[in-house]
């Protein structure tokens, strides 16, 4: 991102809500042209406005029949019912240019669909008030099956280290291809428990996988053996708890979980906020806003958010607070779509009046999460 002035960002010592909400609403209507190369993540971009608009308690400003009818129009859709084991994924894909139509007999030979865009779909249609028994969840849950690794073997196009282990029990993004890792763990969690309805993957080897994630210094890696990161560390931990196997505020519980070494873990996160108030997502790294979200939920989900320097947590991001709305990676900078979300997520961690609480383990309002 290049630099922006400092008279652009003088003077913010308060969350402007409004102008973020004025933000969002122009994001709703048009993307800016620098947007274009992202247009094979258009599902993901618009789950940050419309969830964004939420947090900010602005969901009156969309129209949300027409966000319903676009949202379904990305569901991927088999030929036939005998067609969920053939080894596709019948979710979401991420925009237009990545849904082929099917071939004449309703083949869908071109099949994008996404787990995170389906993760993002989802969430999109909870936020807008959609009932998702409306929606076609036996085809996801049970082609979801299908990206579950039961053996540790690959074979996909884009994944050329040959560490089979590493992959047990965890989820591709894609029948086509792609990275495994935690964060698809996470979104085939999401994506179960928001549709009430488990029986895309198997959950006690999927935890045995995120267990193997935990590393050393009590962080969690993106695949066993990797550096403890901070969004690996949300992704684990927020399965975890999607799935039941931690109860939620472990910490002041009387006995100790028997899953993960939480005091290490808290060890690990409370390191991260750094002196000048931000969070950064591991060592020698600076302060990023969007870890504001991905450790302060963790610590959320923890029941350790006590333990956090609110004061200069918020003077962190307000540092990163443009004046014509969302929020920048780094002081000084303009600001994106995704760390403007994020956020907007933190300061609803901070209890930031005028927006509505968060559910942690969703990264989406609580409203919305529980349909209240």
């Keep these: 991102m290049m630099n922006s002035t400092e008279e652009e960002y003088r003077g913010c010592e308060i969350m402007e809500k409004d102008v973020h909400v004025t933000f969002l609403e122009l994001m709703y209507y048009l993307l800016p042209s620098p947007y274009e190369s992202q247009e094979i993540n258009h599902l993901t971009l618009a789950y940050f406005v419309i969830s964004g608009l939420d947090i900010l308690d602005s969901l009156h400003k969309v129209a949300k029949d027409a966000v319903v009818s676009w949202v379904l129009s990305f569901q991927a859709h088999p030929g036939a019912k005998t067609d969920l084991n053939d080894g596709q994924f019948y979710g979401f894909h991420g925009s237009k240019t990545s849904q082929f139509p ?27 008030g959609y ?34 282990f590493i992959l047990v029990q ?26 009430d309805n488990w029986s895309g ?66 060890d690990w996160i409370l390191q991260r906020q750094g002196t000048d108030g931000g969070f950064q997502g591991r060592p020698n790294k600076s302060s990023d806003t969007c870890y504001a979200f991905w450790i302060g939920a963790v610590l959320r989900i923890l029941g350790g958010f006590k333990f956090v320097d609110n004061k200069a947590l918020r003077g962190f991001l307000l540092s990163c607070q443009y004046k014509y709305g969302g929020f920048s990676k780094f002081p000084g900078e303009y600001p994106d779509l995704y760390h403007s979300y994020y956020g907007f997520t933190a300061f609803s961690l901070l209890e930031e009046s005028g927006l509505k609480s968060l559910f942690s383990e969703l990264g989406i309002t609580e409203n919305a999460a529980l349909a209240l």
């Excluded at 007999?105 to 995170?116: E, F, K, T, Y």
């Excluded at 969840?137 to 089979?164: C, H, K």
């Excluded at 045995?208 to 210094?217: E, N, T």
């Excluded at 901070?230 to 899953?259: K, Q, V, W």
């Design 102 to 128: 099917p071939d004449e007999n309703g083949v869908l030979i071109h099949n994008n669909s996404h787990l995170a865009s389906t993760y993002c779909a989802i969430s999109i249609l909870k936020i807008v």
């Design 131 to 164: 009932e998702l028994s409306n929606l076609d969840s036996e085809t996801i849950v049970t082609s979801m099956r299908n990206l579950q690794q039961p053996d540790g073997r690959y074979g996909f196009e884009t994944w050329t280290r040959a560490v089979a």
């Design 170 to 195: 965890c989820f591709i993004p894609i029948h086509t291809g792609g990275e495994t890792d935690l964060r698809f763990v996470y979104c085939a969690a999401a994506i179960c428990f928001m549709l």
């Design 201 to 266: 993957m198997d959950k006690e080897k999927t935890k045995d996988y995120i267990l193997r994630c935990q590393s050393y210094d009590g962080g969690f890696g993106l695949v066993p053996g990797a550096e403890s990161h901070g969004g690996a560390t949300y992704c684990a931990m927020a399965s975890l708890r999607l799935m039941g196997f931690i109860e939620d505020n472990i910490l002041s519980s009387c006995a100790s979980s028997s899953l993960i070494d939480a005091p290490l873990l808290l």
